[in-house]
């Protein structure tokens, strides 16, 4: 059943308005609204701790709130934090980027908007932000995120990050973690470069080869040709190593 208005008490709530709710949709239910709190909460205020929030569990309904722990956010925070949800999804449904949102909270935002019931129905799922301030993630919040998120065109090119992951079960591919934004790129490889791309595991490296582009124009994913590991702190030349290079030539 849904939740009247007058009964919320907490910050920011999800609302999921159906009768019959298998237990893995609400389990990503959870995980993917908590997920969102915190990388809401990660952008919005760098400085705190994302997950100083409590949990309220709404009797005779699948609610979920959120209450700031006492004194983790200023009152300003958390007007920013809660606002950021609702403008964040109404901006997603009309086919922009918020720019509060990372790739990860568009995900969330999909992935809430993707939930289904035990017909295999779109379930209603809701966000309020206290008892007023209310937005539905519905099909278009879900097909306009996946949109955001999906490779738009192809080209040669290179990223360079920090390289952590690497995968050789059943395909072969490793991700780099762009030093700037620490959004993970996946690269594919052929077992060559494989072997190659684990001599530099947890360094940071460029890679080269077939990048695939959002429209926004960041990277996805590459087909890598090659992998270019960055010098190691102590190879790069000091200031006077350089003079004294100068001054040779």
């Not at 956010?73 to 609702?86: G, H, K, L, N, P």
């Not at 949102?101 to 568009?106: G, H, I, L, Q, W």
Request: net charge negative; charged share 30%; with cysteine.
């Amino acid at each position: 059943m849904p939740i009247h208005k007058d009964r919320i008490r907490s910050d920011v709530t999800l609302e999921l308005d159906d009768p019959s709710i298998a237990m893995n949709e609400f389990g990503k239910a959870v995980d993917h609204f908590l997920g969102l709190v915190k990388d809401i909460s990660r952008v919005t205020a760098p400085a705190k701790d994302p997950s100083a929030w409590d949990i309220e569990i709404y009797e005779g309904s699948a609610g979920i709130g959120l209450r700031h722990v006492s004194g983790a956010y200023s009152f300003d925070e958390v007007q920013r934090i809660s606002a950021t949800f609702v403008d964040g999804i109404r901006t997603i449904a009309s086919g922009v980027r918020p720019p509060s949102f990372t790739d990860a909270a568009v995900n969330h935002s999909r992935a809430l908007a993707s939930l289904v019931n035990r017909r295999q129905e779109q379930m209603a799922v809701r966000i309020w932000v206290g008892s007023e301030n209310v937005v539905s993630l519905n099909k278009e919040v879900a097909v306009k995120a996946e949109r955001l998120l999906a490779p738009a065109y192809e080209d040669d090119g290179s990223v360079d990050g920090v390289l952590e992951k690497a995968n050789g079960h059943d395909r072969r591919e490793f991700v780099v973690f762009d030093t700037l934004t620490n959004r993970g790129i996946t690269c594919s490889v052929d077992e060559a470069l494989m072997h190659e791309a684990v001599r530099y595991f947890f360094k940071r490296v460029e890679v080269l080869g077939k990048v695939r582009y959002r429209t926004d124009g960041q990277p996805v994913s590459v087909r890598a040709t090659n992998i270019v590991p960055f010098p190691e702190p102590e190879e790069i030349p000091t200031l006077e190593e350089m003079r004294a290079l100068l001054k040779g030539a």
